[in-house]
């Protein structure tokens, strides 16, 4: 019985202990992504960064291609649990504040996380619109009418392109003057 | 005075042939964008491709990136010239005309230029975005309002957008249902 609780918990440790180094590798590969091209992020500068065994790695991903992949999925997975519908909502507060959120967040990691070194932001976007569109097909139905299909693509696009230029242009707009841009906007579509 | 002219005629066709050397570079650059991803892509490729001498190429660019930058640059133009101002027309015709070949252009081309291999695609993109910026900067004034600023990137991000995921999905509905769709998106804007 000692022994079985034992078992047990080594079992949940380890479980705990292989979590938090899945989460550990994908900090790190993010760090990594502000710090190099996606092409020269090797397998070696990950369980460095991460401070993990090599067998971490392994024990997780298959391939850096994978850290990626899980990345967009989860942050995918958000946006379609969290974000899409709120922005189709009529709680003006509720889509205000996660607003806010979103371009307040931007405006304190534009510089680690958009301005990116060389294409590392487009392929995680491309790879992250892969991942969305995976999972709204999956739940549209086949004679879903056309703004259900395109309605969540042009209302995320209208963020997309706005932080966009608000960044090339060094941000001279307040998140709450860019809310209050987006905001009807968002709402008439 | 023969010789003058002669001469003239020279220069002339030199400029003439310099210029078809240009746009043949281009065009195969963009051919080899289908085949290739942009790291791997040689000068050697570039000039076996285009026909033309080694030395045509170094005549008219310091570099690949050039290149990329030459072709972003002159679709900037076009789209400052000829699609922005009509996207803010009241000339309903004119505008689905325009969209009508945008996006049949892009159902006959899209395997092409649109699921080219890799990165391609988004690194044109990017740089396409960055031209466009830099076009329209150089047009805003100081106190430009923030719809001006930025009431074209949210049209084109819309147009961009409903394409990217009719591609995804595999071109079910036909161009003039994606217009009837986008039109009046892009009129209450």
């Not at 189709?88 to 534009?110: A, V």
């Not at 709204?136 to 009418?145: L, P, T």
């Not at 966009?164 to 001279?172: S, T």
Request: net charge negative; with cysteine.
């Amino acid at each position: 019985m000692n022994r079985n609780a034992t078992g047990c918990n080594k079992q949940i440790m380890n479980k705990k202990e292989n979590h938090s180094a899945k989460s550990e590798i994908e900090q790190a590969f993010l760090r990594l992504m502000t710090q190099k091209s996606y092409m020269d992020i090797t397998v070696t500068d990950i369980v460095q960064e991460a401070n993990v065994a090599r067998v971490s790695f392994y024990r997780n991903f298959a391939s850096i291609s994978e850290v990626l992949d899980s990345i967009a999925d989860a942050t995918a997975e958000k946006l379609n649990i969290e974000f899409l519908p709120l922005l189709d909502t009529s709680d003006e507060r509720k889509l205000r504040e996660y607003l806010f959120n979103y371009f307040y967040q931007i405006s304190l990691n534009y510089k680690e996380m958009w301005a990116i070194r060389g294409l590392n932001m487009d392929l995680f976007t491309k790879r992250l619109g892969e991942k969305i569109h995976e999972k709204r097909k999956a739940v549209e139905s086949a004679d879903s009418d056309i703004s259900e299909k395109y309605g969540w693509v042009v209302k995320l696009c209208v963020l997309d392109g706005v932080s966009r230029r608000w960044i090339m242009d060094e941000m001279k707009e307040t998140p709450e003057e860019i809310i209050d841009y987006v905001m009807p906007i968002i709402k008439t579509l």
